[in-house]
């Protein structure tokens, strides 16, 4: 089918469960406050770290070979820790801004190196097109699903939790 209807009925058969737990743990009004609080935020880092994960993840999926597709995505761990510059802290009550943790950095480009390795061979018989249409939406969603992610426990603020 579609790669449209994938991302979104991906979505519509989660939504069921996570309300349920939500429900289960009494955490509606919180929740629904949060929301409330801050419309604009929660549409804005939702889009990003759903929609611009999921769509363009099941769009490389439909089009590229599939063992690219979930090679590309371990680049994740790289984009998260590339990110760390875009997030705050408070620190002693003073706000600072998060640098990338270079040992993080070094392990998570050993990775990455691995990844490289593995694909490489595989990919010189592929076309370019096939290529391009399997790294490039995964590179996307990989830093997509992090950033809105992050960036929604940076507007809750820790008053709700990921459970």
């Known amino acids: 089918g579609s790669w449209l209807w994938s991302s979104s009925l991906r979505y519509f058969f989660m939504l069921p469960f996570l309300l349920t737990i939500v429900f289960y743990r009494k955490g509606f009004s919180q929740l629904s406050g949060e929301m409330k609080a801050q419309p604009v935020s929660w549409l804005l880092w939702s889009f990003i770290g759903f929609v611009l994960f999921y769509a363009p993840l099941t769009f490389a999926a439909a089009f590229g070979p599939g ?3 979930s090679g590309t995505w371990q680049f994740t761990i790289v984009a998260g820790v590339l990110l760390a ?3 705050v802290s408070v620190v002693a009550g003073k706000t600072v801004r998060q ?4 040992i993080s950095l ?3 480009c050993v990775i990455l190196v691995g990844i490289l390795l593995i694909q490489i061979p595989q990919a010189q018989s592929v076309p370019f097109k096939s290529l391009m249409l399997g790294i490039l939406p995964v590179a996307i969603a990989a830093f997509a699903y992090p950033l809105g992610n992050r960036k929604m ?8 939790d990921t459970y």
Request: hydrophobic share 55%; charged share 10%.
């Open 67 to 69: 063992w690219l597709v």
């Open 85 to 87: 510059p875009l997030f």
């Open 99 to 102: 640098q990338i943790p270079l």
């Open 106 to 108: 070094l392990i998570s």
């Open 153 to 160: 426990m940076e507007i809750c603020g820790g008053r709700i």
